[in-house]
């Protein structure tokens, strides 16, 4: 039995959180993805408004929190630039039975929503090293842009018929 798992993915605009996870889905698409930017995309557009930002990463929270309660695996990417900004997320990981992996990217590629430079360099300055805590080690571990977390390959329903039949 495949034990769920909370993937956060953190790092400032441009270190490749998204194309990160996109990677992971297609790895295992029975993944769910929640970041905050999502809230501001309507219509294939992105339309961000600071005045919503509280309200975006608490979509992103109760999004994360019913797919774990579901009993989904979860991928959760935004800045996570300080670590109480992921406190919430790890503790309702451990309410909910998941297993955490923290990934910090450093990648350098062009932001998708424009954040100005200087914004950007703000929070690369901002920007808190995550330590696991001695009493967590048990249940999160942590990889930088140099490693993979393990996501399990996904294998339909179908292929695995296939290889029991003998045709695949």
């Known amino acids: 039995m495949t034990t769920k798992k909370l993937y956060i993915i953190r790092g400032v605009p441009g270190s490749g959180k998204s194309t990160k996870a996109r990677e ?15 809230f501001f995309e309507r219509d294939g557009l992105y339309k ?13 929270q109760n999004g994360v929190r019913s797919a774990l309660r579901e009993g989904h695996s979860v991928i959760v990417s ?8 992921m406190v ?16 910090t990217l450093d990648g350098g ?15 690369r300055d901002r920007f808190e090293k995550y330590t696991i ?3 967590d080690t048990h249940f999160i571990k942590e ?14 329903d179908s292929a ?6 003998g045709h695949g």
Not at 24 to 38: S, T
Not at 78 to 85: A, P
Not at 160 to 165: A, G, Q, R, V
């Open 109 to 123: 590629y062009e932001n998708v929503h424009g954040v100005p430079k200087e914004k950007v360099q703000e929070m």
């Open 48 to 60: 961000f408004n600071p005045a919503k930002i509280k309200d975006a990463h608490q979509w992103c």
């Open 143 to 156: 990889y930088s842009s140099s490693e993979q977390p393990h996501v399990p390959e996904f294998i339909s």
């Open 133 to 135: 805590p001695e009493k």
């Open 88 to 103: 919430a997320y790890i503790q309702m990981a451990k309410e909910q039975g998941a297993s955490v992996e923290v990934l």
């Open 78 to 85: 935004n800045t996570f630039t300080k670590i109480w900004e």
């Open 24 to 38: 992971l889905l297609v790895k295992n698409p029975k993944l769910k993805h929640f970041e905050a930017d999502m």
């Open 160 to 165: 695995i018929l296939e290889n029991i039949l």
